[in-house]
């Protein structure tokens, strides 16, 4: 603990969630004071058929 | 915010969950007087050796 | 299965609960074809200093 | 409910998963002293690009 | 990793959690063959006015 | 979307999560190149009877 958990549209790099998780981290770190070690990060990956706003699927909306 | 999530068995259409969004949002915009567009729905899609009741896999279970 | 979790601003009455819990309820049912009895639905009220939007609490957004 | 909810590495087989369904399920039993049919187990399999632990992700860190 | 959560309604005293949290994490230690440091136990209390069944909340049945 | 979520031992104050709120808005929205709107933060503030590590309650480990 802290369990940053981020559910996102599917489609960001590797690369995109290393930085995002590092940056994360780092900024947890400074505020809270803590180890980076409690810090952990998790990503879920979300098809466009599967997220919703407004009513309406992120696939009927073009996303 | 509201944010709604769905987890459930694996094998809805995609015409079941636009329908369950467009309603579930319906529902919340009535109920809570607030904007759809405020109204986030995410779904996640479970294979049935990843839920188990009474500590019976689905799998195990038939279903 | 399915279990649905609604995440909102606290402040919704206990009223306002039970109606999206039903009717989300009776959604679900109807669409999927499942029975009432498999339907689960999960409220969270969180207080306005536990939630941002584009990078500011709702707190400070005098929400 | 209870809703027991695990986020795990993937590659636990559906072995594993049987087992500590039924194990955490007895637990749960045993001490809360309530019905089997009421506890729900789900499992959640991360890929290794999906999980950091002080900001590295496990496909860095060989995991 | 693993993260185990456990939605739960409110009420179950510390001493249940503190076994229950001992109890699960051994058997997931037993069945992956991990380090015990490695898993996380998270409880959610909830009140019974803030979980629904079958489209009724706990707080209508009694419970 | 995304949604990012933060689950925490309770004890951080307004100010810490304000500061937390924005610098990770502002990092996903440098690395995803997405607007701030879309960005959603929420923390769950967990009393130390709530989350075990290891199969020990932080409230034994006076943490």
Same mark, same amino acid.
């Not at 981020?6 to 995002?20: A, D, F, P, S």
């Not at 981290?25 to 990956?45: C, E, G, H, L, Q």
């Given at each position: 603990?802290?369990? $940053? ?7 960001? +790099? %590797? ?8 940056? #994360? ?5 400074? $505020? ?7 810090? +952990? %990060? ?8 599967? #997220? ?12």
């Amino acid at each position: 603990m802290p369990i $940053v958990t981020i559910r996102q549209l599917e489609g960001r +790099t %590797v690369e995109q969630k290393r930085q995002v998780a590092k940056e #994360i981290t780092n900024t947890i770190v400074k $505020v809270y004071k803590i180890d980076a070690d409690r810090v +952990t %990060v998790n990503f879920f990956d979300m098809p466009n058929y599967n #997220i919703a706003k407004a009513g309406k699927l992120f696939l009927d909306l073009g996303l």
